[in-house]
């Protein structure tokens, strides 16, 4: 949460030092982020996600925990990126404005038993709850000022994301267990960065993103696989993204 404060702060400080350049109306000398581009980028995404009771087993209305229980507490959701981005921006004085549209092949796993609160409760302490990210795109606006040959910039907008969830339990059954659901989820997010003109043409940037998909839900409603002990559960996730890449500009006036 601290992170995210920071952020917020860089945020309007970007956004009064912008509003100055616009009111100053001295142009910056040097190359030009007026133009419209393409970029690839790698980078790491560490997030966090909980499984809480949804309500069902097997997929029948079940009292077996209140709906909401938390089941697992929070776990890592840690994994790479890469993939691409196209974008334009255009630049006023010292103050660049941009559209950016970007997706990523994301391979992020993460895994949780039941605490101990659950195991009391009754959960099945070989069940395992999984969060498994596949894909990331985003539809950004952002905001910067020039300084020399860097760009400094504040980022928001849409974010889609492609998850797989599930639980299954350990040295048990088969029926014990269920197939994997595939969930696609939009949320917001929020970021900061950085780009450096190598020459008229390449940048090189850096980026750290936060992005919240809030709370989805999986059900075995029908029972997957016939399973005898599955539960259907509630889903938190958030995560961050920290990449680097180059981007090539089209156009430069």
């Given at each position: 949460?601290?992170?995210?404060?920071?952020?917020?702060?860089?945020?309007?400080?970007?956004?009064?030092?912008?509003?100055?350049?616009?009111?100053?109306?001295?142009?910056?000398?040097?190359?030009?982020?007026?133009?419209?581009?393409?970029?690839?980028?790698?980078?790491?995404?560490?997030?966090?996600?909980?499984?809480?009771?949804?309500?069902?087993?097997?997929?029948?209305?079940?009292?077996?925990?209140?709906?909401?229980?938390?089941?697992?507490?929070?776990?890592?959701?840690?994994?790479?990126?890469?993939?691409?981005?196209?974008?334009?921006?255009?630049?006023?004085?010292?103050?660049?404005?941009?559209?950016?549209?970007?997706?990523?092949?994301?391979?992020?796993?993460?895994?949780?038993?039941?605490?101990?609160?659950?195991?009391?409760?009754?959960?099945?302490?070989?069940?395992?709850?999984?969060?498994?990210?596949?894909?990331?795109?985003?539809?950004?606006?952002?905001?910067?000022?020039?300084?020399?040959?860097?760009?400094?910039?504040v980022t928001?907008?849409?974010?889609?994301?492609?998850?797989?969830?599930?639980?299954?339990?350990?040295?048990?059954?088969?029926?014990?267990?269920?197939?994997?659901?595939?969930?696609?989820?939009?949320?917001?997010?929020?970021?900061?960065g950085t780009?450096?003109?190598?020459?008229?043409?390449?940048?090189?940037?850096?980026?750290?993103?936060?992005?919240?998909?809030?709370?989805?839900?999986?059900s075995d409603?029908?029972?997957?696989?016939?399973?005898?002990?599955?539960?259907?559960?509630?889903?938190?996730?958030?995560?961050?993204?920290?990449?680097?890449?180059?981007?090539?500009?089209?156009?430069?006036?």
């Open positions: 949460m601290s992170i995210l404060i920071r952020i917020l702060c860089f945020s309007v400080g970007v956004s009064a030092l912008a509003g100055s350049a616009m009111a100053d109306g001295r142009a910056q000398p040097g190359v030009s982020w007026t133009g419209c581009y393409v970029g690839a980028s790698i980078g790491k995404t560490w997030g966090t996600s909980k499984q809480t009771y949804g309500g069902e087993r097997a997929g029948v209305p079940d009292a077996f925990l209140p709906v909401g229980f938390d089941i697992t507490g929070d776990y890592d959701v840690d994994g790479r990126v890469a993939g691409g981005e196209i974008g334009c921006d255009y630049q006023f004085n010292r103050v660049v404005m941009g559209l950016v549209v970007d997706g990523m092949d994301v391979d992020a796993h993460g895994l949780a038993g039941p605490t101990p609160g659950a195991v009391a409760a009754g959960s099945n302490p070989l069940r395992r709850f999984h969060t498994d990210q596949q894909w990331l795109a985003t539809v950004r606006a952002r905001l910067g000022i020039v300084h020399d040959r860097s760009l400094w910039y928001a907008g849409g974010a889609w994301s492609g998850f797989e969830v599930n639980n299954e339990a350990v040295l048990v059954s088969p029926l014990a267990n269920r197939t994997p659901t595939s969930v696609d989820r939009f949320g917001w997010i929020v970021g900061v780009e450096y003109a190598l020459d008229s043409r390449w940048r090189f940037k850096s980026e750290l993103l936060y992005a919240d998909f809030g709370t989805f839900h999986y409603s029908p029972a997957a696989d016939g399973c005898i002990q599955c539960y259907s559960m509630n889903v938190e996730m958030s995560e961050w993204t920290f990449r680097v890449g180059l981007s090539y500009q089209f156009a430069s006036h």
